[in-house]
């Protein structure tokens, strides 16, 4: 027998709620042994986060276990290894609402829970005005009643490691997405860059991919297992990364660059105008209203997605083969219609 709706709304909030509390009492498990660098007994935590001892013991083990942070532990003391943690911010008000901002933006996209992002927003929320404060609070709790992705956060935690300490990864990707049956292949690859999309809403990998022996792009959710090896490798310039990302649409750097040009109806020359869409975007108002849009950009994959958000109010005039295949899906979703 199915849950009333109200019930079942109520359990989802304590289940959110729940996952806030245990973020909380992390944190100052944290605090807490970051304040006695010489460690610090069990029941010196519990009294301190007001929790029993058993709990204490639980969380130790979580905090070494789920969230890998690294402790210590000997003659019946618990502390943190030296070097764990990065220096603290100091942070400006504006400064800390332009991350306030940033997280916001990241509970918009995140469709999973992150144990690492809502510890880092329970750290900021500690910082912020009161009035601020809630609304973050808000935000974690949102993030908190999502489901975890436990390979995700692994593998995130790897490849992050990997790109600080310049380490090449083993990795199985997933390329059977776009072609149903191919097998999933292997590779090593140099991590270059963490980046997020918004137009997917998830995380990818760039780096030098020895198989292909070329940038490529990894998509996170499809990387099926990866492994640190001892062997590193010297990054390029970050200019060179950043100009490379520059032609994307998004995060696909690895095409051919093409030349886009499309005309915007004109009801909505003037939306379009509002956001500058790509760093080469060139706009040309026309005598009729409309507006001619181009741009020269890394494949036709992500904004293609784009340019079919806009329905029938934009045209694809160049190049050909895009021209195509937005007609072709018009003509297909017509048809279903």
């Excluded at 990864?169 to 590779?187: C, E, I």
Aim: glycine share 6%.
């Amino acid at each position: 027998m199915e849950p009333a709706p109200g019930l079942a709304f109520d359990r989802a909030s304590d289940r959110a709620s729940a996952k806030h509390d245990r973020l909380a009492r992390f944190y100052r498990v944290i605090r807490y042994l970051q304040a006695h660098p010489e460690g610090a007994s069990p029941d010196a935590i519990a009294e301190f986060v007001g929790m029993s001892r058993r709990t204490v013991y639980r969380d130790l083990q979580a905090l070494e276990g789920e969230i890998e942070i690294p402790l210590w532990s000997e003659g019946g003391k618990w502390g943190i290894v030296e070097g764990a943690f990065l220096p603290p911010l100091r942070l400006t008000l504006n400064e800390a609402v332009a991350f306030f901002i940033a997280a916001r933006l990241t509970a918009q996209w995140a469709d999973r829970y992150e144990p690492d992002m809502g510890a880092a927003f329970q750290k900021l929320a500690e910082i912020l005005p009161p009035v601020v404060a809630r609304h973050l609070e808000r935000t974690i709790d949102l993030l908190a009643s999502r489901p975890p992705d436990e390979r995700l956060a692994r593998h995130l935690r790897l490849l992050a490691r990997a790109w600080a300490e310049r380490r090449v990864v083993d990795l199985t990707y997933d390329a059977a997405t776009y072609s149903p049956g191919r097998p999933a292949r292997r590779s090593r690859v140099h991590p270059y860059l963490l980046e997020a999309s918004a137009t997917t809403r998830a995380l990818y990998l760039m780096g030098f991919d020895e198989s292909r022996e070329a940038v490529r792009t990894f998509k996170l959710q499809r990387i099926l297992d990866v492994s640190l090896t001892p062997d590193t490798f010297e990054p390029p310039e970050p200019r060179v990364v950043q100009e490379s990302l520059g032609r994307a649409w998004g995060v696909i750097a690895d095409q051919e660059e093409v030349e886009v040009v499309l005309r915007f109806d004109a009801a909505i020359a003037g939306l379009v105008t509002e956001t500058t869409w790509h760093p080469t975007e060139q706009v040309a108002h026309q005598p009729d209203g409309s507006l001619l849009w181009r741009c020269r950009v890394s494949g036709t994959l992500e904004i293609r997605r784009w340019i079919l958000q806009w329905g029938a109010q934009v045209e694809v005039l160049a190049p050909p083969d895009l021209r195509d295949e937005v007609a072709a899906t018009h003509r297909a979703a017509a048809a279903r219609y």
